[in-house]
Each structure stands twice: as structure tokens, then as C-alpha cells.
């Protein structure tokens, strides 16, 4: 399967990934696959698995543990536009094949802080997670994030338009009709945009080859694309739509390339 991840920190983009192994693994130590250099992040703290076309994701007995969608995992599916927590680090999976036409009627696609994604009961034995090494030197001394549970994971800013990944320039853009920042354009130009509140009522925008797609990603009102809301899955748009999330409204509009 074709499938990525894009890792960001504080809504900064870090890198992006595609999960071409069978087993990726997230983690400080320099020996890993996609290395973070934070001391909220183990020495091997975690492991995308590809089973045929299922991903895994694998807890490698971390100091900070591994969230995904907001909930504590070990060992876990993922789904396309799932979200997992590595100490302070977002890591954004896509499934490529959700983006290709005629995907909006698809099913569990994106989950919110209310959402679970399916748990892996069963894996081959030969897809075990390896055990941790004993001693990564320093690498081990992991700092240990407090947890308040009453804290929301997401983040806190009012509105944001958040960039996950970098695209090539586009033609469309979203003005916005109303709400904070009326009259402005967000420029539709990277391959993956938030729109709405952080932390709560989101969507994403998201963009593949030629084609431009909609997203419930958080909160507890769904989007609304043209005064319908939005079902599960990837929703294509064009120039004259109206998206409707997290108190404001914003109208697809075409500008030059």
C-alpha cells in the first residue's frame, strides 16, 4: 500500500515519510528510520508495522507511551488521516489510496477525540515488535512528560489554518465569509491544510495530484460542505463550494497559478 506519515512539532513540519519497510521505527537513537531529537522521545519509542495493506502502530515499551487519536496505545491500527503522539511530537498517517476519486462514501476514515480506532487482536508471530535494547547510553534517560488528564492533547490556538505538508503551487484558495479573519484567503498551496478551531471543530483540506479533498478531523459538529454536513471520508472540492467548520465559513475560490 502507499502509504506516508508527516511529523510536526508545535504546527512546524519536521519531515515527511513514506512507510516503503515493512517496519519504520520512530525514536532519539540515530539508528532509527525517522528520528526525533527530543528528550520527551525514547531511544526506540515506537514502530509503524505493514501487514499486507493493515498498519500497525507498536509502542516499544516507551517512557511517555504512544496516543493515537488522543487514546493510550500499545499496539494498535491505524486508519488514513489517524493522528499519533510521540512525547510532544504529531505524526499525521495518510493512506494514498483515500485520496484517488469517488472516496467520499468510505467508512471509519477519520476519527475524532471521541473516535477509536479498531484495535489489532491478532498479528503473525513473525510480526512481533522487537524488544527495546538494554541500554541506549543516554538516549535512555528519557524526560518524562506530567500528564494532566484534564487537559485536551490538541492544540489550544483560537483559529489556525495549519500546514502539515509541503505540495506544488496550486489554483485554489478558501475566502473567508465570516468569522475571525473575514475577508482574508487561505492559499490552498500545500498538500495538506486545518482549517477551523484547534482542538475543537477542524477539517482538512487536503490535496492529491490534481484533485482537492475535505475532511472531518476534529471536534463534535461535523463540517458542512455546501449546507449538507460532511460523512465520514474524503469529500472532493471545486471553485464556488462553501465549507462551513468551527464557526466559519469559507468559500472555494480560483485564483492564478
Known amino acids: ?64 507511551g504512544t496516543k493515537v487519536n488522543g487514546i493510550q496505545t500499545a499496539h494498535q491500527v491505524v486508519h488514513h488521516l489517524d493522528l499519533v503522539e510521540v512525547g510532544r511530537h504529531k505524526i499525521h498517517f495518510f493512506d494514498d489510496a483515500m485520496m484517488a476519486g469517488g472516496v467520499a462514501s468510505l467508512e471509519s476514515t477519520v476519527h ?20 527495546p535494547t538494554a541500554n541506549d547510553g543516554d538516549l535512555s ?6 500528564r494532566d488528564p484534564t487537559i485536551r492533547l490538541a492544540g489550544s490556538e483560537p483559529e489556525a489554518a495549519v500546514a502539515v505538508a509541503v505540495a506544488p503551487q496550486g489554483t485554489l484558495a478558501l475566502r473567508i465569509l465570516s468569522g475571525e479573519r473575514m475577508g482574508q484567503t487561505i492559499a490552498l498551496d500545500r498538500a495538506n491544510t486545518m482549517i477551523g478551531v484547534a482542538g475543537g471543530d477542524s477539517a482538512l483540506v487536503v490535496r492529491r495530484g490534481q484533485g482537492v479533498f475535505l475532511a472531518r478531523f476534529g471536534g463534535q459538529r461535523p463540517p458542512r460542505l455546501n449546507r449538507r454536513e460532511l460523512d465520514a471520508g474524503t469529500h472532493p472540492i471545486g471553485p464556488h463550494d462553501v465549507i462551513e467548520v468551527g464557526g466559519s465559513v469559507f468559500e472555494v475560490i480560483q485564483v492564478a497559478g
Open 1 to 64: 500500500m502507499a502509504a506516508r506519515v508527516v511529523l510536526s512539532l508545535d504546527d512546524e513540519i519536521v519531515r515527511e515519510v513514506e512507510l516503503a519497510r515493512p517496519v519504520t521505527v520512530v525514536g532519539r537513537h540515530p539508528d532509527c528510520d525517522i528520528v526525533i531529537e527530543h528528550p520527551a522521545v525514547s531511544g526506540r519509542h515506537m514502530l509503524f508495522r505493514v501487514v499486507n495493506r493493515t498498519v500497525y502502530v507498536e509502542d516499544l515499551a516507551s517512557t511517555n
Open 112 to 131: 475524532t477525540d471521541y473516535e477509536r480506532t479498531m484495535l489489532a487482536q491478532h498479528v503473525p508471530a513473525a510480526a512481533r515488535a522487537p524488544q
Open 141 to 146: 534517560r528519557t524526560m518524562a512528560i506530567q
